[in-house]
């Protein structure tokens, strides 16, 4: 649905949420447990060849632009289906997409609201992980992303909109289902970004299943430990260093409200995401620090064009009330603003809905 996919290179249908949702979770080696770790890793050279292309490129390369004018407000037009029929295998690159998903936000403004903090962002390279990499950059903030390696393609560019920003970007590869994977991942951001503030957990699996007896063991597990406990994992590692005013931001779906008949493994865990938000945001209230989430509709990203066929990608979004889905750059500033203290200081365990005009999930 929306929020970042997070892949495992298995048989077949597998693909992970990304940021349409995309992910940070389980990386091209197959998940192994135990020894996936956040060091930096060798950058293929096509990945290398376009990062380096788009940094010398102008506007037109996707990366934000520090001092362009912000567009007039409500003069911004989002594209509409019906795309061009497309199709990608696993795990998806953002780069290839036709068209491109819009995560820069130029009508937006920053205020200074996330100045001098840091954020962890896992499923971090692109879809709506990697808008609010930028958007949080813009505001102040130093970022680190979590994201499968055979995203680093995607994951370079989002360093390089974030560090067009004026901050430090930090690139942390690996698998969220590996709890040894997320704590070390966590003590990197801190070692090397010198604090936490926001943690926003957005990596995700989705596979579509037409009956209940399709779902295999496997399935049923990847989803779970991705979307969940990946979800706990993080927080886990990342509460010892979360001081008052911190906050936890955990991306959850439509089908975790409304339930999805194809996705019954994805929408239950989306479901759980928002029970567990709830019952943190309660434990966590003594301590100062805020848990909220949010649920997407359908989103612009390169898990669409991998979980769907062609005919069925082109068209995504096109049932809701707007007609077309919601671009990255529409949702980020929904977590701006759970970040935010200014903002949001007396908000917590609720359920932002974000859906195009549907009124029923709300």
């Given at each position: 649905m929306a929020e970042k996919k997070s892949m495992r290179a298995s048989p077949?249908?597998?693909?992970?949420?990304?940021?349409?949702?995309?992910?940070?979770?389980?990386?091209?080696?197959g998940g192994s447990r135990g020894n996936v770790r956040a060091e930096t890793r060798a950058v293929p050279r096509k990945a290398q060849e376009r990062a380096e292309e788009k940094r010398e490129q102008g506007p037109s390369s996707g990366k934000t632009q520090?001092?362009?004018?912000?567009?007039?407000?409500?003069?911004?037009?989002?594209?509409?289906?019906?795309?061009?029929?497309?199709?990608?295998?696993?795990p998806g690159i953002e780069a290839e997409m036709e068209p491109r998903p819009r995560y820069e936000a130029p009508s937006y403004l920053a205020a200074g609201k996330l100045e001098g903090k840091c954020a962890l962002i896992t499923g971090g390279d692109s879809g709506i992980g990697r808008s609010v990499a930028v958007l949080y950059a813009r505001e102040g903030a130093d970022v680190a992303v979590?994201?499968?390696?055979?995203?680093?393609?995607?994951?370079?560019?989002?360093?390089?909109?974030?560090?067009?920003?004026?901050?430090?970007?930090?690139?942390?590869?690996?698998?969220?289902?590996?709890?040894?994977?997320?704590?070390?991942?966590v003590e990197r951001t801190v070692n090397e970004l010198g604090r936490l503030d926001i943690l926003v957990n957005n990596a995700a699996f989705q596979q579509h299943?037409?009956?209940?007896?399709?779902?295999?063991?496997?399935?049923w597990d990847l989803t779970f430990r991705t979307n969940i406990y990946g979800y706990f994992y993080m927080a886990r590692a990342a509460l010892p260093h979360l001081k008052p005013g911190s906050t936890i931001i955990n991306t959850g779906s439509i089908t975790g409200l409304e339930g999805s008949e194809q996705l019954i493994d994805y929408s239950a865990t989306k479901g759980a995401i928002f029970a567990f938000s709830k019952a943190l945001a309660q434990n966590l209230v003594p301590?100062?620090?805020?848990?909220?989430?949010?649920a997407p509709g359908p989103v612009w990203t390169p898990?669409?064009?991998v979980d769907k066929p062609p005919a069925k990608a082109a068209k995504h979004g096109a049932d809701t009330p707007m007609k077309r889905p919601a671009q990255p750059e529409e949702i980020a500033p929904t977590y701006v603003f759970l970040a935010s203290t200014a903002d949001s200081s007396y908000i917590t365990g609720e359920v932002?809905?974000?859906?195009?005009?549907?009124?029923?999930?709300?």
């Open positions: 077949a249908t597998k693909s992970r949420d990304k940021g349409g949702h995309k992910t940070g979770s389980r990386g091209s080696n520090q001092k362009k004018e912000p567009a007039a407000a409500g003069a911004m037009r989002q594209p509409a289906p019906p795309y061009p029929e497309q199709h990608q295998r696993h979590v994201y499968l390696p055979a995203e680093e393609e995607d994951a370079l560019e989002t360093q390089s909109a974030v560090e067009a920003e004026g901050r430090r970007a930090l690139l942390i590869p690996g698998d969220v289902t590996d709890p040894d994977f997320c704590t070390d991942a299943q037409v009956s209940i007896e399709d779902i295999t063991n496997e399935q301590k100062g620090i805020r848990v909220n989430s949010v898990l669409n064009v932002v809905s974000l859906l195009g005009g549907e009124t029923t999930a709300g």
